[in-house]
């Protein structure tokens, strides 16, 4: 008969997420920590999604109410168990006894500040189960052991997993090591983990003596091997930086071979759910927050930053540029060096060329707003809407007090400060009729002059 794949057999993830945080030196819980500002624990969550595996069990500890919230947003369903007591690794699975104990096909054992699992490495594991394994720790070929768990195999199985501190030197020449990871028969998960005892120095019930548990109790045990960095975890700061360029690594590299250029990808940072369209062009130094979208054709300069933007096809931005929440800038528009939108539409072929700021404001199609220019939006209380027809004109350093209408086809003159609707077609000049004093610039550098003369006689 042939076995279940691991997409027909039923999984529970327990997913060890109770830290302190203590080598972290943080108030957050370390799981709530972002890579590409999604949680660690949202990544992991995710994962678990992509791998077919929707049942978890969190045990949690510290802030728990928000890592439940935060596994929560992968849309899987989530079941947290508090772990009061710190006595190991086998001893925080089994904190999740209720979930395991329900007969599950599949247990799989992850960590919720490891983030760069793949959903493969997964479903590799949980296929070794439906081979008959009992246990199958997921590994990893290191570049240097020390102070890694190394697995002890034979003739394809695994005998056993050794601390570095327990291990001969024989056995510390062995460069397969423990990832932490494994997946467990469900129908014998709860037997075995209660079957683990904790005869060691720190009085401690360590899952990594499942292995030898299940063969001492008629089962067998096996290895697979993942690349070092899809295991990596966290504990400080610096391995939390050390994760975000191995994330962004890897997701720069997926959005490059789906067709986007990078000229200098190393320099730019993209977020969890930055959408990039075919034969976009990103320039150096681009940041991406969350809730980007940029299509097809676009095209993003040096050093600009988007967060909660959609830039159409054809659109460029920068350099320079600021793209702030709810900015939405339609097909072939132009937002250009120093410039800052915010919950502004920018119309079909629109121009916002330089050193403006356009805020809650509806650009028309075809409008060029010039340089200097601000949408004044903001009264100290309330935010207002300023409204530019389509094939508006809106000269060098004009001010537009919100709320305002400028009309389809209306001229502002440079430097106005226009307070009033504009119809549509019209010129609207809001500034001081020019005085020009013949003489007079002469007069005032003769008597700045003077006035220098006498400071400086005085001083003396």
């Not at 504990?235 to 994330?247: M, S, V």
């Not at 890897?250 to 071979?257: F, G, Q, W």
């Not at 005032?444 to 001083?459: F, G, Q, S, T, V």
Request: with cysteine; aromatic share 4%; net charge neutral.
């Amino acid at each position: 008969m042939t076995p279940m794949t691991p997409m027909t057999r039923t999984c529970l993830a327990v997913v060890l997420a109770a830290g302190e945080s203590t080598r972290m030196k943080s108030s957050l819980s370390k799981v709530l920590h972002p890579i590409g500002g999604l949680p660690m624990i949202g990544h992991v969550a995710s994962r678990l999604k992509a791998a077919g595996i929707v049942d978890v069990g969190l045990v949690v500890g510290r802030d728990a109410d928000k890592v439940e919230a935060a596994a929560r947003q992968a849309g899987i369903a989530v079941e947290s168990h508090v772990q009061t007591e710190r006595l190991g690794t086998a001893h925080a699975v089994l904190a999740a006894r209720e979930a395991i104990a329900r007969g599950y096909d599949d247990v799989v054992v992850v960590f919720g500040d490891s983030p760069l699992v793949e959903p493969e490495t997964l479903n590799r594991a949980r296929a070794g189960l439906a081979e008959g394994y009992d246990v199958v720790v997921i590994g990893f070929e290191a570049a240097d052991p020390t102070g890694y768990g190394r697995l002890l195999t034979r003739d394809g199985d695994l005998l056993a997993i050794r601390e570095h501190k327990d291990a001969s030197e024989e056995e510390r020449r062995v460069t397969l090591c423990n990832g932490g990871m494994m997946a467990i028969n469900g129908r014998r998960a709860l037997e075995l983990l209660l079957k683990i005892g904790n005869s060691n120095v720190k009085g401690e019930y360590y899952l990594t003596d499942i292995v030898e548990v299940a063969r001492a109790n008629g089962g067998k045990a096996k290895a697979i091997v993942a690349p070092e960095d899809e295991l990596a975890g966290c504990n400080t700061r610096a391995e939390l930086a050390e994760l975000e360029a191995l994330w962004q690594k890897r997701r720069r590299l997926e959005i490059m071979l789906s067709g986007v250029t990078m000229v200098a990808p190393e320099t730019v940072f993209l977020s969890h759910d930055t959408v990039i369209g075919q034969d976009a062009l990103i320039e150096p130094n681009v940041v991406f927050g969350p809730g980007v979208t940029v299509e097809s054709g676009a095209v993003i300069h040096a050093f600009s930053h988007l967060e909660g933007a959609h830039v159409s096809s054809g659109a460029t931005v920068g350099p320079f540029a600021r793209l702030r929440p709810g900015a939405n800038l339609g097909p072939d528009s132009k937002v250009g060096n120093f410039c800052e939108v915010k919950k502004g539409d920018i119309g079909k072929g629109a121009k916002v060329n330089h050193l403006t700021y356009i805020g809650d404001a509806t650009i028309g199609a075809g409008a060029n707003i010039g340089a200097g220019t601000i949408t004044c939006n903001y009264d100290g209380v309330n935010k207002h809407l300023t409204e530019i027809g389509e094939n508006a004109f809106i000269g060098s350093n004009s001010s537009l007090v919100a709320p305002v209408k400028v009309g389809n086809g209306a001229y502002v003159a440079s430097g106005s400060v226009i307070t009033s609707d504009v119809p549509d077609d019209a010129l609207a000049l809001g500034r001081a009729r020019q005085e020009t004093k013949p003489g007079r610039a002469k007069l005032i550098r003769e008597r700045i002059a003077a006035i220098r003369a006498a400071l400086k006689a005085a001083r003396n």
